[in-house]
């Protein structure tokens, strides 16, 4: 049985701007998890972390500088594997600080290990940012183990920068079935970071009811998310607001 307890990992290389707290509050009153954790190195600062703190556990972590003796450079990677050792440890939800939860993840708590499509039928792998996992489960210790084979790092938009984070997990799913559930790609990841789909979250006003949780993609929604505050919220009618205005 998974554990209703969600986990972030926060390695401060950017700042606490407001989808991140709505991120949190959206856990709390649509995703109704019983516990919040924040797994960060150094705190940040400015209002809507003053507004976030209150509402979660803070746990402080080294963010790991290697992997196998493999260098790891960048703060994503490091958080990559931060989030599979904490979900061996603890068990839980882990989201990124992007993902807004839409509804409750319990009807799928009863499962060992659960990921989602990128894509129909998985086409672009499977997606890190959500991911369900009992305490001590098969399928997070396979995937760790596997980094020594298959961890390269690079940077942003490099051929290797996803691979041991969405390439690979979609390979060992098929090796081992029985320790895995996947989920349809419309549950988390719906819509992707393609442009076209970037504007379906920011500018047009659209509904998808299979939704669990809507990943923000925020290097890809860049533009949106530095400019985002209340005043828009209040103001537009997009999906992304209207997933959110309730929240503030």
């Avoid at 803070?58 to 260098?71: D, Q, S, W």
Wanted: aromatic share 12%; charged share 25%.
């Amino acid at each position: 049985m998974i554990p209703n307890h969600l986990h972030y990992v926060y390695i401060n290389e950017r700042p606490w701007k407001i989808h991140h707290y709505l991120s949190v509050k959206s856990a709390i009153v649509k995703g109704k998890l019983d516990k919040i954790n924040i797994w960060l190195d150094k705190e940040p600062t400015g209002k809507w972390w003053e507004k976030t703190k209150p509402l979660v556990s803070v746990h402080n972590i080294n963010p790991p500088t290697e992997i196998f003796g493999k260098p790891i450079k960048e703060p994503a990677h490091k958080s990559d594997v931060l989030r599979l050792q904490i979900l061996r440890d603890y068990g839980g939800i882990y989201i990124d600080t992007d993902v807004i939860l839409v509804r409750p993840f319990k009807n799928l708590l009863n499962n060992k290990f659960v990921l989602g499509e990128q894509g129909p039928d998985g086409c672009e792998g499977l997606c890190p940012a959500t991911i369900l996992s009992e305490k001590n489960s098969e399928f997070s210790k396979i995937w760790l183990d596997e980094f020594k084979n298959h961890f390269e790092g690079g940077p942003p938009g490099s051929p290797t920068w996803c691979k041991h984070s969405v390439n690979l997990p979609l390979s060992l799913s098929k090796q081992h079935q029985d320790l895995i559930t996947i989920v349809n790609y419309q549950y988390f990841f719906w819509p992707l970071y393609h442009q076209k789909h970037i504007e379906a979250i920011f500018e047009e006003d659209l509904n998808f009811p299979s939704a669990y949780s809507h990943h923000l993609w925020e290097s890809s929604g860049k533009k949106y998310l530095e400019e985002m505050d209340e005043e828009k919220i209040y103001s537009q009618n997009t999906t992304f607001t209207k997933l959110v205005r309730d929240l503030l």
